[in-house]
């Protein structure tokens, strides 16, 4: 038997770390990922960009439009930051569709479309597809539909979709090129073992027409080993940054989940880039702790030229 004072002290402890665990739950369910959205700035200089070549680009990705977490008021909220930023391109990086069951109701590619409409840059909006863009509809268990819904969005809000494409773009008189992966995970596993991506990497590098410095769109980051030198720079999401980044748990629990070490931030392995973003919304659980949403501004510049 324990005594009344010993029992007070288990008591009010239990109340303590109850009152707290609640406070950190509300936080991580309602606070982080809804009234948080951080502006990440990166310098990238890659070895061999030019001198005269200097880019700003917003990179929003990982939306998972749905209601309550991520409804069409928030994303022209996000949209207003973006602008707001005057990039000379807008990316977006793919997984468009909702990303949790535990949703109230759905935010159609129409809907998203129509908000993402108003992103405004120069040199235009690039997107590609994410993995939920292709594995179900406007929310898990709505019936997949090859990604159509979104392409259909992304066209008629006016951004140019790539698909192991590339396109030639220049900032005041200065060339580089802009290629598209598909998705590496579109297709859920068959009798065979892995997944059966859409992307082609080969390919899109062999639409590169010349020496032009080239940036490759890429829903994951896993495609990262296999991208040669020759592209400066990598700009991927997908990982969320872990998500739910809790202290020393948080970034093994996420290279476990995701078979990688490259879960965030800016990476740099043998003079290549590469940029990964934590996104905007929420996917499986609708929670976010010390990993806030957040729109990057990634300027790709030369490096410093010191005498």
Request: with cysteine.
């Amino acid at each position: 038997m324990i005594s009344r004072r010993a029992f007070l002290r288990w008591q009010s402890g239990m109340v303590l770390g109850a009152a707290v665990g609640g406070g950190l739950s509300a936080y991580s369910v309602v606070i982080e990922p809804n009234f948080i959205l951080d502006v990440t700035r990166r310098v990238v200089t890659p070895k061999d960009w030019p001198a005269g070549l200097t880019l700003r680009i917003c990179v929003i990705t990982d939306l998972h439009a749905c209601e309550p977490w991520m409804p069409v008021s928030r994303i022209r909220k996000i949209v207003g930051v973006a602008n707001a930023l005057y990039p000379d391109l807008t990316v977006l990086l793919g997984d468009f569709a909702g990303g949790t069951h535990l949703a109230t109701g759905r935010v159609t590619p129409q809907q998203w479309g129509e908000a993402l409409a108003d992103l405004n840059a120069p040199l235009g909006v690039h997107a590609v597809l994410g993995n939920h863009d292709w594995w179900h509809g406007p929310l898990p268990g709505d019936a997949p539909d090859d990604a159509e819904s979104a392409r259909r969005a992304l066209k008629q809000m006016g951004a140019r979709l790539y698909e192991n494409d590339a396109l030639k773009l220049e900032k005041n008189g200065a060339p580089f090129w802009l290629l598209g992966l598909g998705d590496q995970l579109a297709m859920t596993p068959g009798d065979d073992a892995g997944w059966r991506g859409h992307d082609d990497l080969d390919a899109t590098l062999a639409r590169v027409a010349d020496d032009a410095p080239a940036i490759l769109l890429a829903h994951e980051p896993f495609i990262f080993p296999r991208v040669p030198k020759r592209v400066a720079l990598t700009l991927c999401g997908h990982t969320h940054g872990g998500q739910i980044n809790l202290p020393l748990a948080g970034p093994v629990f996420a290279e476990w989940r995701w078979k990688t070490t490259h879960i965030y931030g800016h990476i740099v392995e043998d003079d290549r880039h590469m940029v990964i973003s934590a996104g905007l919304g929420e996917s499986i659980l609708p929670m976010r702790f010390m990993r806030p949403p957040e729109i990057v501004e990634v300027t790709v510049q030369a490096p410093a030229q010191f005498a």
